[in-house]
């Protein structure tokens, strides 16, 4: 887990101790000693047990947030081409369209929990944005346009 995601949370959880148990407000250190009765800080534990937890799904760092969408290969999604720019048939759960210039076709990145691999470019497909390949027009409309956590994948 990245440092940034870690503080973020570390401070909604030392908020939210805060209001619910009348500590200081945020800023302020709790330790074990000021924690009150039956809450135990194991920051250190987490800190331990947390690189464990990215191993095993897979995620690595975090390289931004992208706006991503679905996208098919029908004709309104892809113009009807039933194979990737890198020549690969299409997979829903697999396949992801990027802009070539920052992940080149191969590049392995993690989206809400499934690792996606890069083997398509999209004409509109520039920055952080990302198509995604879903095996039917109406799950790519469903899925519409989002902002997610983008990851790269850990080795």
């Known amino acids: 887990m990245n440092m940034i995601h870690r503080s973020v949370r570390l401070a909604a959880a030392a ?9 200081p407000s945020f800023g302020s250190e709790v330790s074990p000693d000021t924690a009150g009765p039956g809450i135990e800080i194991e920051a250190e534990q ?14 690595g760092d975090l390289l931004g947030i992208f706006t991503t969408t679905g996208y098919c290969n029908c004709s309104k999604c892809s ?3 039933q194979l990737t720019y890198s020549g690969t048939v299409p997979t829903a ?3 992801i369209s990027a802009d070539l210039t920052q992940f080149p076709i191969g590049t392995k990145l993690w989206i809400d929990g499934t690792i996606y691999t890069v083997e398509d470019k999209g004409s509109s497909v520039k920055g952080h944005w990302i198509d995604i390949f879903y095996a039917s027009h109406e799950e790519a409309l469903a899925h519409g346009m989002q902002s997610q956590e983008v990851y790269s994948v850990a080795d």
């Open 15 to 23: 908020a939210a101790l805060s209001a619910c148990l009348s500590f």
């Open 46 to 59: 987490e800190e331990a047990e947390a690189p464990a937890a990215e191993e095993e799904d897979g995620k």
């Open 79 to 81: 113009g009807g081409h």
């Open 93 to 95: 759960d697999h396949t």
